[in-house]
DNA sequence: TTAAATGTTTAAAT
DNA sequence: CATTTAAACATTTA
């Protein structure tokens, strides 16, 4: 599920409550989505929440990091107290699903991280994710995160536009590279491309230099945007209200997800095609 | 029954 | 070599 907005979600949420508790016990229920030996932690405190691009870090005693990524399904439920079994003891993030309210561990509860006050629960339905552990350094230097482009926030509009006017690529395929800049997927690279009136198929390079420079900064208000509300629940609105968790971005969405519906500026119905395989939603008349 | 889903990787085709 | 598309991963829901 997530994109930048949704794991930066959950970084704040877990920074008010995760630091100086220490691991008790971890259980691992699938192996297939974990890589080193989480055992490593047991008996140490944490420290520190990070997120880089899409991949959320907590930095624990000795200097190990633990990396999670959500891909499409995965999610954290840190029930915080222990209280239990209710919704009202926890902090959730990542995909919406009953698990977030139902009885855990869940059937897709993958591993468990028994703290010394509260259990955290990684839950993945699809099982595209993963949970990596390791020092800090090993974390850093591994492919994935050493591949990924500069976060949208640190980066300076020339370097955004010398990067994606590079590729000859459809712009909207390289908003979703990883590699040009990191933290963009499908819901807010369509939603940007709709602030900025820019077709997503338009070949990076055919962008001109006023088009890039509004398009960074419709990027970087969109992702705002998306932190501001708690990022999006999709449209399981049945998770949202319980306690305002979850997010509400989904309920400001520009043309994600919004096929036939007027376009907020000219009322045009918006289109979906596929890019990649990828829903693409846009204003045939004012993204033309 | 088929299609699609907020992600990434890999192989195959252009 | 650059780029594109499809498939793969595994599951659920419309």
């Known amino acids: 599920m997530p994109e930048l907005p949704e794991i930066e979600t959950v970084r704040l949420q877990l920074t008010k409550v995760l630091p ?37 870090l907590i930095d624990l005693e000795k200097d190990l990091t633990l990396a999670f990524h959500f891909k499409m399904t995965g999610q954290l439920v840190l029930d915080y107290d222990d209280q239990g079994k209710t919704y009202k ?28 006050q509260g259990t955290l629960y990684f839950n993945d339905q699809r099982l595209f994710g993963w949970v990596r552990v390791g020092t800090k350094a090993s974390i850093a230097n591994e492919k994935f995160l050493q591949k990924l482009g500069p ?25 979703m590279d990883q590699e040009v800049i990191s933290g963009l997927g499908n819901i807010y690279a369509n939603d940007a491309l709709w602030e ?37 629940t999709a449209a399981d609105a049945k998770y949202i209200d319980l306690r305002g968790l979850g997010g509400h971005y989904q309920d400001h969405f520009r043309v994600y997800d919004q096929t036939g ?8 119905r918006i289109k979906k095609d596929y890019m990649s395989g990828r829903g693409t939603y846009y204003c045939p008349k004012c993204q033309s």
Request: aromatic fraction near 6%.
């Open 20 to 56: 100086g508790r220490r691991v008790e016990w971890v259980k691992v229920l699938n192996s297939k989505i974990v890589e080193g030996d989480l055992k490593k932690i047991v008996g140490l405190k944490v420290e520190d929440i990070r997120r880089r691009a899409k991949v959320l």
């Open 89 to 116: 003891d926890r902090i959730v993030g990542g995909h919406p699903t009953e698990d977030f309210v139902g009885t855990l561990p869940s059937a897709h509860t993958r591993v468990i991280f028994k703290l010394d």
């Open 151 to 175: 976060e949208p926030f640190e980066m300076a509009t020339e370097e955004f536009a010398e990067r994606v006017s590079k590729s000859r690529r459809p712009i909207k395929l390289v908003l």
């Open 196 to 232: 900025a009136k820019i077709n997503p198929q338009t070949p990076s390079n055919k962008l001109t230099d006023k088009q890039l420079k509004l398009l960074f900064s419709k990027v970087k208000l969109v992702l705002e945007e998306g932190i501001k509300y708690g990022g999006a």
């Open 261 to 268: 519906l007027p376009c907020h500026r000219c009322k045009t």
